[in-house]
């Protein structure tokens, strides 16, 4: 696999926010967000076996696992992977952009995929089967960058119903959308979704790797 970063800190996203976690982070994305925070994974990154990567994660003690990047389901080698962190006793989240389909991965493990809205440029990329695909225990994460994008999740919750079996989570982009207001708007409207927060990047600088 060709790994960017691996590193161990808090989960700052999903449900499982606040808990320890490995991040095992992958080279390589489809996508070209316009709000994205790890360009530097888009290409930086080395070359590794597996087992070198089970190593080190074994070596920081954590149950809880999360595969990211970039685009983690781009690589062959990421879907035998989740299986021996499974086989081993690990929790495992992958967090995908939603633009490849998920029947292929690991059914122990939690996908929590993004639909992306407009303020993306990149809704045209969402593989729309894999809202279908979801299990018990997976979560969708929409990241909110403005007013528009707020309606057009509103109105793919409408759309898709089903949704709402999984725990949806409504994010504002970082220092972009006011997160009061995306609040506030949940508030109003009675909307049945999480609200979350980037929580690492309060608990350190947001440029920081690594965290």
Known sequence: M????IFKSIQG??????????FVRTTFCNLRCGWCDTAYAFYEG??????????EVRGHGCRLVEVTGGEPLLQEDVYSFV?????????????TSGSIPIDRVDPRAVIIMDIKCPGSKMSHSVHWENLNRLKKGDE?????ADRADYDWA????????????????FSPVFHQMDSRQLAEW????????RFQLQ?????????MRGV
Request: glycine letters at 4%; proline letters at 7%; one cysteine or more.
């Open 13 to 22: 996203e999903s449900t499982y926010a606040g808990l320890p976690c490995v």
């Open 83 to 95: 299986t021996l962190l499974l086989d081993e006793g690990h929790a495992v989240l992958i967090e």
């Open 46 to 55: 080395t070359d590794r076996s597996i087992e070198s990567v089970l190593q």
């Open 186 to 193: 949940i508030l109003e409207e009675k909307l049945p979704v």
């Open 2 to 5: 060709k790994i960017n970063e």
């Open 199 to 207: 929580l690492h990047k309060y608990i350190w600088d947001p440029e």
């Open 140 to 144: 969708v994460k929409f990241v909110i």
């Open 154 to 169: 509103k109105e793919i919750l409408a759309q898709y119903p089903g949704l709402l079996d999984h725990p949806v989570l």
